[in-house]
């Protein structure tokens, strides 16, 4: 009872500081701050997640997301991009710790923080864009605080306070925010499955590799999305199918196939060929059932067939030679035709692909 009592009248005294906004500022800032000094404390970037989210007003959520980019996250971005493209694969630890300052252990989750940070940034700009349109008032909090706590100007709180608001009233470009969030997605891919050899500059368009680590907040020159083609279109499909196989050797039926489908659509190339590749997986490793619950979404189940066949050749050669009943095998040996006895019989089944 005494507690409630005592931050009743802290409230009183503090209407303005004790704001839930500006406490929930603050608390993101500072927990950004701690983990700064060890970046391997994964935990206070889940206490800047909960405080982002839980502000009210969309000019703070924006402003904070644009600064914690600018300040912290877009250089940790830039550096493993570089790191990538030159070694072709996830950095190893000691390159990681070098360049990066954390563990190979704590990226992974600093990606996704990374992720959450864009997309959440990406949702309070449309709110703010919904609000302008609409000719709504853009409500901007107020910096006013008790007179007890006039701010010294080098008060690096305030400095931080100017800079959230101008973010904030600035909405961000759209266009950008969706660009970085597609290369942080592709970085947690290759570093989480171990994903090689990748060149993560051949899956981008070159107009928006020109983009990439500028000023979130800028106007981009105006390009029209393209469809990719020629050696672009297949290093995407290469790419794809490196994520579809990972996910297969890991036994991960839904998370990262998803994933995979969703970079597909990002990148404006046939989704649908990552759920074939998929299923013909799926069916070379003996996994039926998941394989079959896949197919229900596959649309061209034409183009599927073909992909099918050496499978279920490699499977009919493999039954041939192993049955443990010779006259079972001789019965399957004369039902086929002599073209399918000739197919199933060009498999080589002396060593098994998975």
């Known amino acids: 009872a005494w507690f409630r009592l005592e931050v009743g009248e802290l409230r009183r005294r503090f209407p303005n500081t004790l704001r839930a906004d500006v406490l929930h500022v603050h608390a993101a800032w500072e927990s950004v701050v701690a983990w700064k000094t060890d970046r391997d404390d994964t935990a206070l970037l889940d206490v800047l997640l909960d405080n982002l989210t839980a502000l009210e007003s969309v000019v703070l959520r924006a402003g904070l ?24 694969k996830s950095p190893k630890e000691r390159l990681i710790r070098k360049y990066l300052g954390l563990s190979l252990n704590a990226l992974p989750t600093v990606l996704k923080v990374i992720q959450s940070i864009l997309l959440d940034l990406r949702n ?13 008032k853009l409500t901007v909090p107020s910096l006013a605080g008790e007179s007890l706590w006039h701010p010294d ?13 101008k ?4 909405p961000s470009n759209t266009t950008l925010i969706a660009i970085h969030h597609h290369l942080v997605t592709v970085l947690y891919s290759i570093v989480v499955l171990q994903l090689k050899p990748v060149r993560v500059s051949t899956l981008f368009d070159p107009k928006i590799i020109e983009q990439l680590f500028t000023n979130i907040t800028r106007e981009t ?8 083609t020629g050696s672009r279109l297949s290093e995407i499909e290469k790419f794809l199918s490196l994520i579809i196989t990972a996910s ?3 036994d991960d039926s839904t998370t990262w196939p998803e994933l995979a489908i969703e970079l597909a659509e990002a990148f404006r190339v046939d989704a649908d060929a990552v759920r074939r590749r998929h299923v013909v997986e799926l069916y070379e490793r003996r996994r039926d059932a998941q394989a079959k619950e896949v197919l229900f979404a596959v649309r061209d189940r034409e183009a599927l067939g073909p992909r099918l066949l050496p499978v279920l050749g490699r499977r009919l050669a493999g039954a041939m030679k192993d049955s443990a009943n010779e006259s ?16 199933v019989r060009s498999f080589d089944v002396s060593r098994n692909l998975y």
């Open 153 to 165: 100007p080098s008060f690096e709180d305030e400095g931080i306070w100017v800079r959230v608001l």
């Open 221 to 228: 020159p105006s390009f029209d999305p393209v469809d990719p």
């Open 167 to 170: 973010e904030g009233r600035q």
């Open 248 to 250: 297969c050797n890991n």
């Open 65 to 88: 997301a644009v600064v914690f980019w600018n300040a912290i996250f877009a250089k940790i971005v830039s550096e493993l991009y570089a790191l990538v493209e030159k070694v072709g």
């Open 328 to 343: 079972r095998s001789l019965e399957l040996v004369v039902q086929f035709p002599l073209g399918v006895l000739q197919f």
């Open 124 to 136: 309070s700009t449309l709110d703010t864009l919904t609000l302008l349109e609409n000719e709504s």
